[in-house]
């Protein structure tokens, strides 16, 4: 089983709105990433947690904010975003050996208004 | 110079044809490659991996990688609409190993 379970599918919010993307896996993986991806473009990596602890972030807003609550589950809080930050949000996992393999959600549509 | 080149096509081939999709990739300490099928509104869904020189085979897909050369390319044999998606090369460098660089992306048009 490879499933990466991400809710919601589709998020509509206003600027200063605050809400939360959840993403969950049970393969035992214990590397978990958030990507941004905007329309034609390939995915584009924010964050990456190794071991549930922030090992790379992509120079990020701070209006983004992760977190990993324990190694199944990864979060990322929203808060004060713009039109510019509407996107598919991806979340990926991987067992977090080197060189391996990501399996990606079916990610959350985020619109901005 | 980008880490991974893709050409963005569209790569329009008629049914039952072999399609071609190729990749090169900058930093020769590269160590691990990937080809991931995405349709329009979807995630990417991992295709193939393959880290030896060579080719690797699954179904209809193969995969080959020439590391002297820095390129990886994807071959869909008996090609079918529903391969019609835009197809992403992924290479991740092993020295941060958490960490895909990926192409621009290849359209690929499949003609019933």
């Known amino acids: 089983d490879t499933e990466v379970t991400q809710t919601p599918k589709h998020l509509v919010m206003g600027m200063t709105n605050k809400k939360s993307l959840k993403c969950e896996q049970h393969?035992?993986?214990?590397?978990m990433y958030w990507y941004k991806q905007k329309a034609k473009k390939p995915p584009e990596l924010m964050f990456v947690y190794s071991y549930e602890k922030l090992s790379i972030n992509e120079s990020v807003p701070s209006r983004f904010s992760p977190e990993c609550p324990n190694s199944s589950l990864l979060n990322l809080h929203l808060h004060a975003l713009q039109p510019e930050d509407s996107a598919l949000y991806l979340c990926?996992?991987?067992?977090?050996?080197?060189?391996?393999?990501?399996?990606f959600g079916p990610g959350t549509r985020l619109t901005v208004l | 110079q980008k880490e991974v080149e893709q050409n963005s096509g569209p790569l329009s081939v008629p049914e039952g044809a072999i399609a071609s999709l190729n990749c090169t990739y900058s930093d020769r300490v590269s160590q691990s490659f990937f080809w991931y099928r995405q349709y329009s509104g979807k995630s990417p869904e991992l295709i193939m991996s393959?880290?030896?020189?060579g080719d690797k085979e699954d179904g209809r897909f193969t995969a080959q990688l020439n590391k002297a050369s820095q390129y990886v390319s994807l071959l869909i044999r008996d090609s079918q609409p529903s391969d019609s998606a835009t197809y992403l090369c992924?290479?991740?460098?092993?020295?941060?190993?958490?960490?895909?660089?990926f192409g621009s992306g290849t359209k690929l048009n499949v003609k019933p």
């Open positions: 992924a290479v991740n460098k092993g020295r941060n190993f958490n960490k895909f660089y």
């Open positions: 393969m035992g993986h214990r590397a």
């Open positions: 393959i880290y030896s020189n």
């Open positions: 990926a996992s991987s067992q977090g050996l080197p060189a391996d393999t990501q399996y």
